[in-house]
């Protein structure tokens, strides 16, 4: 959501209700460090306004972490100068960001893998119920806040998740912004991988559908002539990175991307320039 709309504040509530203690993942799960023992101690893992990476393959390795705590029971524990042990720890995750383009890029792609293990919600600013304008302002409305807490968990264990919203994995199903998940999904790298296709093979307006492998493709958008030379060569960060994003563009963008079948097999795809025919 916006800026100053009260994320970190219903997180800071969220560690209240997980039992009031809270670490900080972000690092662990970017690579940035190997040791992730501060985080057995804490039932709420919190992440907020962290520096977002725009590398596809950082973005994919927050996601595989992000499913690692999720499904996970077991975790490894590494303490600095220790060795790991496997432990059982009881977490719950959550992130808040800014709703930019360059802050939405701390989530990873929203695919298959993923989508079931996260709850997207759209936060709104609105005015504060009481005036938060000085600390002790502040300190007043949080223990106001803080007073609520015992009936609002009585209200939580006595309610029943409607069936229609029961997960049979989860407990509860999940929920995506559809808002948010179309921002999230225009910087997904097979949509980025058709804009380029639409800057380099139907540039000059003639063109209206192309025809080939994904290593033809690649080629053409990697030719040190091309237009897209640079950004196509940081897209396609792995030796299939074409061929599996044309495969997601055929699921999105049917009209625009299709497969077909050359002699003897071979996989080729079928563009269009402007999504008919």
Request: glycine letters at 6%; a neutral charge; one cysteine or more.
């Amino acid at each position: 959501g916006p800026h100053d709309c009260g994320k970190s504040l219903l997180q800071n509530i969220i560690t209240l209700l997980l039992g009031g203690r809270m670490a900080k993942p972000y690092q662990f799960m970017m690579g940035g460090t190997p040791f992730n023992y501060d985080l057995f101690a804490a039932e709420h893992l919190m992440i907020e306004d962290e520096a977002a990476s725009t590398d596809i393959r950082a973005r994919r390795h927050f996601g595989a972490n992000l499913k690692n705590v999720t499904v996970s029971e077991v975790q490894r524990c590494h303490a600095k100068n220790r060795n790991p042990v496997s432990l059982t720890p009881f977490w719950r995750l959550t992130i808040s960001v800014n709703n930019e383009p360059e802050n939405l890029m701390v989530l990873p792609p929203i695919e298959d893998s993923i989508e079931d293990k996260l709850i997207l919600l759209k936060a709104h600013k609105k005015p504060m119920p009481a005036r938060t304008g000085t600390i002790p302002e502040r300190n007043a409305f949080w223990g106001s806040l803080v007073a609520e807490l015992p009936a609002f968990v009585d209200f939580l264990l006595k309610w029943e998740i409607p069936i229609e919203l029961r997960s049979e994995r989860f407990g509860i199903t999940h929920f995506h912004h559809p808002e948010l998940l179309r921002a999230i999904d225009d910087l997904a790298p097979e949509n980025r991988l058709l804009t380029l296709i639409d800057t380099e093979l139907f540039k000059e307006g003639n063109a209206r559908h192309w025809e080939g492998s994904a290593m033809e493709l690649e080629k053409l958008l990697t030719d040190r002539d091309a237009s897209t030379s640079y950004t196509a060569r940081q897209l396609f960060s792995f030796n299939t990175a074409c061929g599996v994003y044309l495969g997601r563009l055929a699921k999105k963008a049917p009209t625009r991307v299709s497969e077909r079948r050359g002699h003897g097999g071979q996989r080729r795809w079928y563009i269009n320039a402007d999504g008919e025919g």
